[in-house]
C-alpha cells in the first residue's frame, strides 16, 4: 500500500510543468505584459511591467554566469548577451517613456520560439534561458 502523502506528490510530480514549460510560461506572461503597457499611457504599468521585465532578464544572467554543467559554454554565452541587451534597453525604456516596448516584445517572442521550437532539449535538467 503506497502511503497517502506519496501519492499526492506522485499526483503533482506527473501534472507538474518541466522547466522548460515552466521557462515558456514566464515567457508567454511577459509577453503579454510588455504588450498591454505599449498600449497604455499609465506611466505605473509601464514601470511595473520594466521592473519585471529587468528582474527576469537579471536571474537569466545570474543563472547563466557561472557553468553548472548543464549548458554549453556557448549556450551560456549567448544567454548572457541577450540578458544584457534586454537589460541595457530596458533602461532606456525606463528612462524615456516615449521609447518603444517593441524591441523587448521581440527578444521575449524570440526565446520563446526557441523554447517551444526544441521539446526536450534540457526539459527536466532546466537548462533553459533561466537555469542554463
Not at 528582474?55 to 551560456?76: C, F, P, Q, T
Request: aromatic content about 4%; some cysteine.
Amino acid at each position: 500500500m503506497i502511503h497517502p502523502a506519496l501519492r499526492a506528490y506522485q499526483t503533482v510530480t506527473e501534472s507538474a510543468l518541466t522547466g522548460r514549460e515552466a521557462e515558456s510560461v514566464c515567457f508567454r506572461m511577459l509577453i503579454d505584459e510588455l504588450e498591454a503597457a505599449s498600449q497604455t499611457s499609465d506611466p505605473h504599468v509601464r514601470n511595473r511591467v520594466l521592473d519585471r521585465h529587468q528582474r527576469l532578464w537579471s536571474m537569466i544572467m545570474r543563472a547563466n554566469i557561472l557553468d553548472n554543467g548543464l549548458a554549453v559554454e556557448d549556450d551560456r554565452k549567448l544567454f548572457v548577451r541577450m540578458a544584457d541587451q534586454a537589460q541595457k534597453y530596458g533602461i532606456r525604456a525606463i528612462l524615456d517613456s516615449s521609447l518603444s516596448l517593441m524591441p523587448l516584445i521581440e527578444i521575449a517572442e524570440n526565446v520563446l520560439a526557441g523554447l517551444e521550437m526544441v521539446p526536450g532539449r534540457g526539459n527536466e535538467q532546466g537548462t533553459g534561458p533561466a537555469s542554463a
